[in-house]
C-alpha cells in the first residue's frame, strides 16, 4: 500500500446549529485514516455520529448542518472546503455511496438501466451505447441474473435484495476508488444480507477498493471489515483491527457491546447489556461522554475528556491504563 492514504480524516467537527441558537456537536474531533483495498467499519448505537461521519466525508450534510472544524483528505487533496459544483465531480466519480435503504433510493419512474446509463454518463465520457454495455456489465457483476432482460425493468420489479445490488452497481458506476455503505443490509433477510456482504467482499477483493461499513450488526463487520472503529457521542472511542476489538475490546464502552452480542456456545440466562442511554446532544456529559454508563469510571473520567492513545495494536480513548482493562472485573456487564 501507498505510504499516503487514500482517505484521511482530521479532527472532524460536525455541528448543527438550532432555530434557539444552541450548537448541537454531532460529531467531535474524529481521526482515521483508509487504505486503498481496507474496509473501515464504523459501528455505535443509533445516534453516535457514525452516518453523520460519512455524509460529511462525501459532503451530503443535510442544512443546516455543517463542518466546523478539522479537515478530509481524498488522496491527499483537501475536499472539505470545495464548494458544491467541485464535491458533486467527486461524488460517484471518485466516491461511491450505497444508501441503507433502496427503494427509497431508487426512482420509481425510470428503469433501472436508465438511472444506471444517467449516473455512468455523468460521469464518464461513454456514448449511449456504450454506457448501456457498462450497465449491462454491472448488474452482472453484483449478480443481478437475467440481466439483459431486467435492465429495463422497474425498482418495484425487483426484491429488495436485488435493489440493494442495483444500489451497489450505481455506487460502482465510475468506478470510485472509496465507497461509503451506510447499513447496507439492514432492511434484508439474513440469507440476503449474506449475499450483499459477499458481493461487497468480492469488489474490493478484485478492484482494491476501499469502502466504509457504517453499521450496528458486529457481525457484518465481522464478516466484511478489516478495521473498526467504535464511536460513541460523535467522538471515537476505540479503533483497530476486527480480531482485537472483537476479541480483545479495550474500552469499558466496546466490552459492553461485545458483551451484547448472542453466544450460542454460553449457558447464560439473560444478555448482557449496557445501562442507561447514550446521553442527548445537548446535554454530553463533561469528561468521557460514557462515564455515566460506565462501572470503571472514576473522578478523572468525570472532569477530563480521555485523548486517544496507543493501546497494542488499538488506539483507545479511556484513562484507565492498560492493566486495568484488561481486569474482567471492570467489563461493562449489567446483570
Known amino acids: 500500500m501507498a505510504d499516503t492514504p487514500l482517505l484521511s480524516v482530521r479532527d472532524l467537527v460536525v455541528e448543527f446549529p438550532t432555530w434557539r441558537g444552541v450548537v448541537l456537536r454531532a460529531v467531535d474531533g474524529v481521526s482515521f485514516d483508509l487504505r486503498q483495498g481496507e474496509v473501515l467499519g464504523l459501528v455505535g448505537e443509533s445516534g453516535a455520529g457514525k452516518s453523520i461521519t460519512g455524509a460529511a466525508v462525501i459532503g451530503l450534510l443535510e442544512p443546516p448542518g455543517r463542518i466546523a472544524g478539522g479537515e478530509i483528505r481524498l488522496n491527499g487533496e483537501r475536499i472539505d472546503q470545495l464548494d458544491r459544483r467541485a464535491m458533486r465531480r467527486i461524488r460517484g466519480r471518485r466516491v461511491g455511496m450505497v444508501f441503507q435503504d433502496p427503494l427509497t433510493s431508487l426512482n420509481p419512474l425510470y428503469t433501472v438501466g436508465q438511472q444506471l446509463i444517467e449516473t455512468i454518463q455523468t460521469h464518464l465520457p461513454l456514448s449511449p451505447g456504450q454506457a448501456r454495455q457498462r450497465a449491462l456489465d ?6 443481478i441474473p437475467a440481466a439483459e432482460r431486467r435492465i429495463d425493468s422497474y425498482p418495484h420489479e425487483f426484491s429488495g435484495g436485488m435493489r440493494q445490488r442495483v444500489i451497489i452497481a450505481l ?8 465507497v461509503i455503505a451506510d ?3 439492514t432492511a434484508l ?3 440476503v444480507q449474506a449475499q450483499v456482504i459477499s458481493v461487497l467482499k468480492r469488489l474490493c477483493r478484485e478492484k482494491n477498493m476501499a469502502i466504509i461499513l457504517i453499521t450496528h450488526d458486529m ?25 482485537d476489538v472483537v476479541k480483545a475490546p479495550r474500552h469499558p464502552y466496546t466490552r459492553g457491546l461485545m458483551g451484547s452480542i448472542p453466544d450460542p456456545a454460553a449457558e447464560a440466562d439473560r444478555l448482557a447489556q449496557i445501562p442507561g442511554v447514550m446521553p442527548r446532544l445537548n446535554a454530553i456529559p463533561p469528561g468521557c461522554a460514557f462515564n455515566p454508563r460506565c462501572a470503571a469510571a472514576f473522578d478523572r473520567c468525570r472532569r477530563e475528556r480521555p485523548v486517544a492513545r496507543d493501546v497494542g495494536t488499538s488506539q483507545v480513548a479511556c484513562w484507565l491504563d492498560d492493566e486495568q ?4 472485573d471492570l467489563a461493562m456487564v449489567a446483570r
Do not use: C, F, K, N
Open 138 to 143: 454491472l448488474l452482472v457483476e453484483v449478480g
Open 183 to 185: 447499513e447496507p443490509t
Open 219 to 243: 457481525g457484518v463487520i465481522a464478516e466484511l471489515a478489516h478495521r473498526v472503529a467504535v464511536m460513541y457521542a460523535g467522538r471515537i472511542v476505540e479503533i483497530g483491527t476486527v480480531r
Open 189 to 191: 433477510d439474513v440469507s
Open 171 to 178: 455506487a460502482l458506476a465510475a468506478e470510485p476508488e472509496l
Open 325 to 328: 482493562l484488561r481486569q474482567p
